[in-house]
């Protein structure tokens, strides 16, 4: 069964250094995997999504992630912390086909930077 | 074009009540996907619509019920409400729900049963 584990719940850094947000999944299909950003009182936002098309895939606000099968992970980075990035960031993977419409989300990680 | 919209943003109940939350999807999209945010569970899938039919639901009790319009417009509704209800309710909506589609959020209606 699909399954999404964020190695943190929470992460701290200062502004201006990099950031990284833990990802690994099980899936038994060829997965599809997000990264959605929630900042308070606020739905979510989509800012990335792995298609199978490349490992590597950017996002908005600067944030990339890269797919690697062989570790089954999906980590989230950003070069540079902006005191704007303090939100809770959810790994989300999709069942296959037939399961329409099903987001599993990860547990969340919060990301607070510090001055 | 407008995102999705969810109406109310904030619910205030007593246990026993019932309550309905509102989901406009984004013009043109026809799936749309219900969630529930608690601090203790994390965010779990309810139930999915599309051209008015239940095609997909998670593991909720059956007080937990929706429907959806030929707008696809659609409405959940919780009967007999009970404290640990309280909770953020996300919908989403997709061009068509499938698996490698992105599924757009709304900003949540936030219900606090008392």
């Known amino acids: 069964a699909q399954s999404v584990t964020q190695l943190d719940s929470h992460v701290s850094v200062s502004e201006g250094t990099p950031v990284l947000l833990r990802c690994n999944y099980s899936s038994s299909y060829s997965p599809s995997l997000f990264w959605y950003v929630q900042h308070p009182n606020k739905g979510l936002q989509l800012l990335l999504k792995?298609?199978?098309?490349?490992?590597l895939v950017k996002g908005i606000n600067g944030f990339e992630a890269e797919f690697k099968k062989s570790e089954t992970s999906f980590h989230l980075t950003k070069p540079s912390a902006h005191m704007s990035d303090a939100a809770e960031y959810f790994c989300v993977v999709t069942l296959g086909s037939g399961n329409t419409g099903k987001l599993i989300f990860g547990q969340g990680t919060t990301l607070q930077v510090k001055p | 074009k407008a995102g999705v919209t969810q109406t109310p943003r904030y619910l205030i109940k007593t246990r026993g009540q019932q309550v309905t939350l509102s989901c406009s999807p984004i013009?043109?999209?026809?799936?749309v996907s219900w969630y529930q945010q608690t601090p203790g569970q994390g965010l779990q899938f309810l139930f999915e619509y599309f051209s008015e039919t239940q095609r997909n639901k998670g593991n909720f009790p059956g007080r937990f019920s929706g429907r959806q319009f030929s707008n696809s417009r659609s409405e959940m509704n919780v009967s007999t409400l009970e404290l640990g209800d309280s909770a953020l309710y996300l919908c989403?909506?997709?061009?068509?729900?499938?698996?490698?589609?992105?599924?757009?959020f709304g900003a949540g209606t936030r219900l606090s049963v008392l």
């Open positions: 013009s043109g999209h026809r799936s």
């Open positions: 989403a909506s997709s061009l068509a729900g499938g698996a490698y589609e992105v599924q757009y």
């Open positions: 792995y298609t199978s098309a490349a490992t």
